[in-house]
């Protein structure tokens, strides 16, 4: 990231604290404080690509986190957004893709850390041991986690989760049995593999084109708990706990700093609604409501920031 934009990035976070405060510890007295869900891909001292964080940051940004937030499971997080009360902005911590890399310090780290963790796996490359087709494309061979190193992470604790049997974008596929192959085969395979449940997935890109309403479905049919999405966005109490809104984590410190003290900006993102207008009527109208409020305490203290 250039200089003038992370320097204006901490201007603008220095300057939108108070008003933040102020809110996250009126919302925290309500009940109302958010459940956010962070994902991160590789963690690699090389960082040759853009999805790529340096060991020395990535436990720099939890260590952070874990002194302002309670860092827990997506389970847990689910548990709050479903019971509709959440006294205390907590952050779940996930990973897609699942590369080899993780596996040399961040994810011990993580465990010996006692720190929750789901880590979401594409198949194909797990049991094929392929690279990755978006690092291929950059000429980058980055090896997969094989079955063995996701043995080992589930029987220490990481919630291991499927992220597709090859990584397509759903939402191009019109063909029901490719679609079962992806987020259903997916999920039975790699539970069998594992000798335990896969309870979550996460949607490929994982943004508002890469959704589809079929996909939502399927993964309710098939018995996963929730699915990940990753446009951004928070989770508060009383929103769908079955659709996790994810932000992504990088190499910047200071955007994730803005990220998870409620930047105004992440306020205004529009869940993607799966569901019936009878279903999602229900929580639009507080989901708003919360938006308008915050937006327009900080768009006053700071209005040239909203591109940043």
């Not at 250039?2 to 008003?19: E, F, G």
């Amino acid at each position: 990231m250039p200089l003038w934009k992370l320097l204006l990035l901490n201007l603008y976070y220095q300057a939108t604290r108070p008003a933040r405060s102020w809110r996250n510890r009126k919302q925290a007295a309500r009940g109302r404080s958010p459940a956010i869900v962070l994902y991160w891909h590789r963690i690699a001292d090389d960082r040759t690509t853009p999805w790529t964080t340096s060991n020395a940051t990535f436990v720099r940004q939890v260590s952070w986190l874990r002194k302002r937030f309670q860092l827990v499971s997506l389970a847990e997080a689910q548990r709050r957004i479903r019971r509709g009360y959440n006294h205390r902005p907590c952050v779940s911590v996930t990973f897609d893709d699942g590369y080899a890399d993780n596996c040399r310090r961040a994810i011990p780290w993580l465990i010996e850390q006692q720190i929750p963790c789901t880590y979401f796996v594409t198949l194909r490359n797990v049991l094929e041991g392929e690279p990755f087709s978006h690092d291929l494309a950059l000429g980058h061979r980055f090896e997969p986690n094989g079955m063995e190193q996701l043995r080992a992470m589930a029987r220490a604790g990481v919630e291991i989760g499927a992220h597709t049997y090859s990584h397509p974008d759903l939402s191009s596929i019109a063909d029901p049995r490719m679609l079962r192959r992806e987020v259903v085969a997916a999920k039975e395979e790699l539970q069998a593999a594992l000798g335990q449940p896969v309870r979550y997935f996460a949607f490929p890109f994982g943004q508002y084109a890469n959704l589809s309403p079929e996909a939502f479905e399927m993964a309710k049919q098939a018995g996963y708990a929730a699915v990940c999405s990753a446009y951004g966005g928070y989770n508060f109490p009383g929103d769908d706990p079955f659709h996790l809104q994810r932000i992504a984590a990088d190499e910047t410190m200071i955007r994730l700093k803005n990220w998870v003290t409620m930047d105004p900006r992440k306020l205004r993102t529009r869940r993607y609604e799966y569901q019936g207008p009878e279903v999602r009527g229900q929580r639009s109208e507080n989901r708003g409501l919360k938006s308008i409020i915050f937006h327009s305490q900080t768009s006053i203290l700071c209005p040239q920031f909203h591109l940043l």
